[in-house]
């Protein structure tokens, strides 16, 4: 069973930075795809960033291009996200999530591609 665990959320003024982390199950890395996603009040869960190591492949939404950038560090089971430059529409809850990489991991921006999920973090940020 795959558990994930967010932290590192809270508020900031715009232009401020935080660094998302996610501390996964052991060996989660090793046979999962993760994401970042958030939801806003209101709004769909959308996906922020993914990453598939063992294919040495990212995805950005067109968004937080150049201002996020997700890693992960395997030896500490840990998915992070730094998040620079923030923007008030930046506001959600952050939540990771994970993907059995046999299924496939290309091009799986979508929530429901993402089977395990952390109770999530917020972030706001303010003008």
């Known amino acids: 069973q795959v558990q994930l665990v967010e932290s590192g959320g809270g508020s900031v003024q715009t232009g401020g930075s935080l660094r998302l982390s996610c501390a996964a199950s052991?060996?989660?890395?090793?046979?999962?795809?993760m994401g970042w996603f958030r939801q806003a009040p209101g709004k769909e869960r959308e996906v922020v960033a993914t990453?598939?190591?063992?294919?040495?492949?990212?995805y950005y939404a067109d968004s937080v291009k150049g201002r996020f950038t997700v890693s992960q560090d395997n030896a500490e089971n840990t998915l992070y996200l730094q998040m620079n430059d923030l923007k008030p529409e930046d506001s959600a809850m952050y939540f990771c999530?994970?993907?059995?990489?046999?299924?496939?991991?290309?091009?799986?921006?979508?929530?429901?591609?993402?089977?395990?999920w952390g109770q999530g973090t917020q972030v706001t940020v303010s003008s």
């Open positions: 052991k060996n989660t890395f090793s046979t999962h795809c």
């Open positions: 999530a994970a993907r059995w990489r046999f299924l496939g991991c290309y091009g799986r921006t979508g929530s429901a591609d993402f089977p395990y």
């Open positions: 990453i598939a190591v063992d294919a040495g492949t990212t």
